[in-house]
C-alpha cells in the first residue's frame, strides 16, 4: 500500500524561529489500517465458498458418482455460487454508498409501500429457516411519506427486517412498526424475540463484517455487512439508527427519519 507521509515540517516562513508544524498521522494510520483489514476481510470471505465450490468440483471429476448424490453436490454448489454473488453485491452496494453524494431530499416515498415489499420478503424467508416461521405483525400508525432514495430506503429497512428473523428462533415474535414521534419525525422500528445483543457489542454492529454470532451469520446468509449498509443509507438521509437490546428477551432496531409529510390523500373527482 501506499506510505503514510507528513508527519513533521519546518515551517519556510518562520524565519529565525523555525517554528515546528505538526500533524496527527494517527487518523492516516488507523484508516490505512481498516483499509487492510477490509481487503484481508473481504478475501477471506469470498475464499471460504470458492475453496468449498473447488471441492465440490473436483469430488464430482474424480469420484463415480450416482445421479442422486450428483444432484446434493450440484445444489450444495449452486448454494455457495449463491451465497458469494451476495456478498459482491453487498459489496457494491457499500461502495456506491460511500462514494455517493447526498441523495435528493424531494423524492417522497410512500411509507406503506416500503413496508408491503418487507412484508413479501419477510414472509418468504421466515417459511424459509424455520419450519413454524415467526409471528409476525406490521403496523402503521400515519399513512406518511419519507424522502430519499426509495430503493436505498427499502434495502436499509429490509435488512433490518431480515436480521430480526433471521436471528430469532423459529415461533418468535417480530413486530414491524411506523409511527410519528411527538417531535414530527418519522420512526421505523423492528423488534424482534430473539436472543439479544450484549452491551459491548453494539457500538460495533455497524462495522463491516462484525459477527457476533458467526455461525448463524453464515447458516441464515448472512454477509457481515448489512448493517454497515444500514449505517450508510441513515447517514444519506439524515436518519438516526437506534439499537436497544436485552440479551434474552430481545432486541429493537429503529430508523428516526426528520423528513417525512403526511400521505396526500388522492383527489376525488366529482362529475357535475
Ligand atoms: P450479518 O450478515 O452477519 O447478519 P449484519 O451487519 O446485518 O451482518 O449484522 C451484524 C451482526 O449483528 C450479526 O452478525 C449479528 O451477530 C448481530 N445482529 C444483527 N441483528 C441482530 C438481531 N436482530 N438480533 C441479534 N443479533 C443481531
Known amino acids: 500500500g501506499q506510505p ?13 524561529r523555525r517554528m515546528l508544524l505538526t500533524r496527527d498521522i494517527t ?23 470458492l475453496t468449498v465450490l473447488a471441492g465440490f468440483v473436483e469430488t464430482l ?3 463415480p458418482l450416482d445421479a442422486q448424490e450428483r444432484a446434493r453436490y450440484l445444489a450444495l454448489m449452486s448454494q455457495q455460487s ?22 435528493p431530499a424531494n423524492r417522497w416515498t410512500p ?14 424467508l421466515s417459511t424459509r429457516l424455520s419450519a413454524q416461521g415467526h409471528r409476525l405483525s406490521f403496523t402503521v400508525q400515519a399513512d406518511s411519506e419519507i424522502a430519499g432514495v426509495s430503493t436505498e430506503l427499502q434495502s436499509a429497512m429490509s ?45 460495533r454492529l ?18 457481515g455487512l448489512g448493517l454497515a449498509i444500514v449505517k450508510h443509507v441513515a447517514q444519506r438521509h439524515g436518519a438516526e439508527l437506534r439499537i436497544e437490546s436485552v440479551v ?20 376525488l373527482s366529482v362529475a357535475a
Not at 4 to 16: E, F, T
Not at 111 to 124: F, H, I, N, S
Not at 206 to 223: A, L
Open 4 to 16: 503514510v507521509r507528513l508527519s513533521v515540517q519546518v515551517h519556510p516562513y518562520a524565519g529565525n
Open 27 to 49: 487518523a492516516l494510520e488507523q484508516a490505512e489500517a481498516m483499509r487492510r483489514d477490509f481487503v484481508a476481510n473481504v478475501s477471506h470471505e469470498i475464499r471460504t465458498p
Open 159 to 203: 435488512n433490518l427486517l431480515s436480521n430480526a428473523i433471521r436471528y430469532t428462533p423459529g415461533g418468535g415474535e417480530v413486530a414491524v412498526s411506523w409511527r410519528l414521534l411527538p417531535d414530527g419525525r418519522g420512526e421505523y422500528a423492528v423488534r424482534d424475540s430473539g436472543p439479544g445483543i450484549a452491551a459491548e457489542h453494539i457500538p
Open 111 to 124: 411509507v406503506r409501500a416500503l413496508m408491503a415489499q418487507c412484508e413479501d420478503e419477510a414472509r418468504g
Open 82 to 103: 449463491h451465497r458469494m454473488e451476495t456478498l459482491v453485491n453487498d459489496l457494491l452496494t457499500l461502495s456506491r454508498l460511500e462514494a455517493g453524494a447526498a441523495p
Open 248 to 267: 434474552g428477551k430481545g432486541s429493537r432496531f429503529a430508523l428516526v427519519f426528520p423528513v417525512t409529510r403526511l400521505r396526500q390523500a388522492p383527489q
Open 206 to 223: 455497524t462495522e463491516r463484517f462484525y459477527r457476533i454470532d458467526r455461525s448463524r451469520s453464515r447458516e441464515t446468509g448472512g454477509t
Open 61 to 63: 471429476q474424480n469420484l
